[in-house]
């Protein structure tokens, strides 16, 4: 037997299908006419209108009575769970000698029919929340965006990097080395000793 909640959102789903594909149907017959040429441009636009709002307004009772059911979806769960926590002390207590054999049939059978009764209610308004959104039975959509930045961050490349790099790896330049004979010290002289030097030579071979 349902509930009186059962038979409130069974019927009120019923009514409100059928009102909101009524709809439907006459906006795509009212486009269907104005394709072919046999109402306004105007005629269309107005009658286009109301059919919309009375569309909004239907999708407006079904999403105020799918909130009603996945209430009610919420307060069975929690029934049903402490129901399995009564049952399974009663299993418990009934083996370990605390609760006689006449009390524990009462309330196991008590509790069984509660737990049928709201596990069966749960199973018919999840059904009828489907029937009127079934976006509700869909899991998340998959994101894109993430694959979108990778793509972004191989395609774009730090051009100051690439300097740094070219820099850290240009080979570095070894000063060239002087040959020296065998035995001989090789020394530079400073550039003044050098001058004196030209100069005494110069002198000499004048006096000469």
């Known amino acids: 037997m349902m509930s009186s909640f059962e038979v409130y959102v069974k ?15 006459k906006k795509q017959a009212l486009h269907d006419l ?3 040429g046999k109402i306004s441009q105007t005629t269309h636009d107005y009658i286009a209108k109301d059919l919309e709002n009375a569309i909004n307004e239907i ?14 979806i919420n307060e069975l769960e929690e029934e049903t769970r402490t129901l399995e ?6 299993e418990i207590g ?12 009462r309330e196991s059978s008590s509790l069984a029919l509660g737990l049928e009764n709201a596990r069966r209610e749960l199973t018919n308004i999840r059904d009828t929340l489907l029937s009127i959104i079934p976006e509700a039975n869909q899991g998340p959509t998959t994101q894109e965006a993430p694959e979108a930045v ?23 330049v070894e000063e060239e080395e002087v040959p020296v004979a065998e035995g001989e010290v090789y020394f530079e002289a400073p550039s003044e000793e050098l001058e004196e030097l030209a100069a005494e030579e110069s002198l000499e071979e004048e006096e000469d």
């Open 34 to 36: 104005f394709k072919v």
């Open 150 to 172: 990778e793509e972004s961050e191989e395609v774009v490349e730090s051009p100051a990097k690439e300097e740094v790099v070219e820099a850290e790896e240009a080979p570095l």
């Open 59 to 72: 999708e407006s009772r079904q999403k105020v009575l799918a909130d009603k059911i996945t209430s009610r």
């Open 85 to 90: 926590m009564f049952l399974a002390n009663l």
């Open 94 to 105: 009934y083996v370990a000698g605390e609760i006689d054999q006449d009390l524990y049939e």
């Open 11 to 25: 019927s009120s789903s019923e009514i409100i299908n059928n009102k909101l594909e009524t709809a439907r149907k």
